[in-house]
């Protein structure tokens, strides 16, 4: 697979080198510790339940990681592992000498430890469905680590990046319950010295790391949902570098000592239309209702700029599988038309009914998230043009998960890994009716099914490419969401370290991913 596109734009201007004691002295500042403001917290760190699945652990390392470019490279594993040519076994080979934190030698029977756990239905892990394919995972010796599948999976590859935890950890104690789950044990670069839950976490340099230990020897990472109060509390010094929207960002355009860096990313939002609700449940409407949407302007609007529009969950940052031609244009004629094609049309007042029951789509997002806050006003905006009544509602991610089968939800995800993993457990008709962020719309279609099943079984990349290449056509002709776009992650920084660099982020870049996903290689200025 050729390198995928990466694009970063960042602003930098001056260099903020001292600080003023209690005592008014000025002091070097070492640059070895950091203060981060983070918009989401995890529920937990313990991988097996699902922290930080795709890699950039921090606490932890996979048996591989991903490089800038998002190749897969070796971790804990001595090479990046291989399928047998039937694709149903994958051997891994660990590297020599690596310790977890606490001194206990890494072996293949805590690389068992850790996927059979989150294969155990006992475990109320967030990822099983990542490992469905999964039929056994064995070691032959305290350095081999086999996993048999029971169908081919040509990306399985990817999913071996999950962190992987110490065994003895969980002796005689329950998974879902474990100390561990708040103060772990790691073979990554850092170790958890403090977690307050609902204020901040805490990392600390693990001096002994298989792969030296970072110059940064403090990480602070302080939780504020609220994108205003991050913003509030970076302008007030409190923070070193933060997540903020464009349009928050754009304020420290121009000012020393900080840079805004704007990383690429499969990351979208998009509202999920619901398949059961009446107006909805037409695939008529629901191509309207992507046809009724300004994309751009939403993006020029919005994001200033910072972002590209979305129509699948497939990113175009997915060069070998994003297919262009998959798109919605914006055509109101066309919406409209389609909407009086299935029935409803408009009245005296503009609205649109049909056989008495008014055309009605409640928006729903949470509210401490200023852009999804601006994306939903926005879209719900275009749906109202097209006479459906489309009121915007602020409120939280328990409530939208409830309410699913009756407003569209703007919800965000994705990533730029492989497109297995960006759409399967999101649109395959499988996962229609289950709890939790999985096919959240109840969205069922059967050359969808087909195309992705196709996908996901074929180890030929060019039965591959096709087979994605159907499921985003097919997908347009009867759309399950309206995909609006997909974000640039925009950051500010205090600029006071070396050896950032850019790479395609996915939906979660909170603590791991994010501009710090390299941060253990980071460097003070000198």
């Not at 020599?96 to 155990?120: E, I, K, N, W």
């Not at 030296?212 to 205003?228: C, H, M, R, S, W």
Request: aromatic share 8%.
């Amino acid at each position: 697979m050729r390198r995928r596109r990466l694009v970063s734009v960042v602003v930098a201007v001056g260099l903020v080198a001292a600080c003023t004691s209690p005592g008014g002295d000025v002091t070097v500042d070492t640059g070895t510790s950091i203060v981060i403001g983070a918009g989401s917290e995890p529920e937990n760190l313990n991988p097996i339940l699902g922290y930080a699945p795709d890699g950039a652990a921090k606490v932890f390392d996979g048996l591989v990681s991903r490089d800038a470019s998002l190749d897969l490279v070796p971790a804990l594993a001595a090479e990046v592992p291989t399928a047998s040519a039937d694709g149903l076994t994958w051997t891994a080979t660990l590297r020599d000498g690596v310790r977890f934190s606490d001194g206990t030698p890494l072996s293949a029977q805590d690389v068992v430890f850790t996927y059979r756990s989150v294969l155990d239905d006992r475990t109320n892990t967030t990822i099983a469905s990542r490992f469905d394919a999964v039929a056994e995972v064995t070691a032959p010796d305290e350095r081999t680590v086999e996993f048999r599948l029971s169908y081919p999976y040509a990306p399985f590859a990817q999913q071996l990046t999950l962190g992987i935890v110490p065994r003895k950890a969980f002796d005689g104690v329950d998974v879902n319950s474990a100390p561990f789950n708040t103060a772990p044990v790691g073979t990554g670069p850092y170790t958890v010295a403090e977690w307050r839950k609902g204020d901040r976490l805490v990392l600390r340099a693990n001096e002994d790391h298989w792969n030296d230990a970072p110059a940064i020897k403090t990480v602070t990472v302080v939780f504020v949902p609220d994108d205003n109060a991050r913003a509030t509390r970076m302008a007030a010094g409190e923070f070193d570098g933060t997540v903020l929207p464009p349009k928050l960002a754009h304020s420290y355009t121009g000012k020393a000592g900080y840079r805004i860096v704007r990383n690429p990313s499969a990351d979208y939002r998009g509202l999920g239309l619901p398949s059961e609700l009446p107006l909805t449940s037409d695939p008529r409407v629901r191509r309207a209702i992507n046809l009724g949407l300004n994309r751009q302007a939403v993006i020029d609007a919005v994001l200033a700029g910072a972002g590209t529009p979305a129509a699948t969950p497939i990113s175009p940052h997915l060069d070998d599988w994003y297919d262009p031609k998959a798109s919605f244009a914006h055509d109101t004629a066309e919406a409209e038309r389609l909407l009086d094609e299935a029935g409803w049309r408009e009245g005296p007042d503009g609205t649109r009914s049909r056989d008495g029951q008014p055309a009605r789509l409640p928006v729903l997002y949470p509210a401490p998230d200023v852009l999804r806050k601006e994306l939903a006003l926005a879209a719900a905006s275009d749906i109202a043009k097209l006479g459906i009544d489309a009121p915007v509602e602020a409120t939280t991610f328990d409530v939208m998960l409830q309410r699913r089968d009756e407003a569209a939800n703007v919800w965000g995800g994705g990533d730029p890994y492989d497109p297995d993993t960006a759409a399967y457990t999101l649109l395959h008709s499988r996962y229609a009716g289950q709890p939790g962020y999985v096919n959240m719309t109840n969205y069922r279609n059967a050359r969808v099914d087909a195309a992705l099943d196709t996908a996901r079984r074929s180890l030929d990349p060019a039965a591959r490419r096709q087979a994605y290449a159907d499921f985003q056509q097919a997908y347009v002709a009867d759309p399950g969401w309206a995909f609006l776009v997909f974000l640039d992650h925009t950051y500010v920084l205090r600029d006071k370290w070396d050896g950032q660099v850019p790479q395609v982020e996915p939906h979660d870049h909170g603590l791991v991913h994010a501009v710090w996903w390299n941060i253990e290689r980071w460097t003070p200025k000198s």
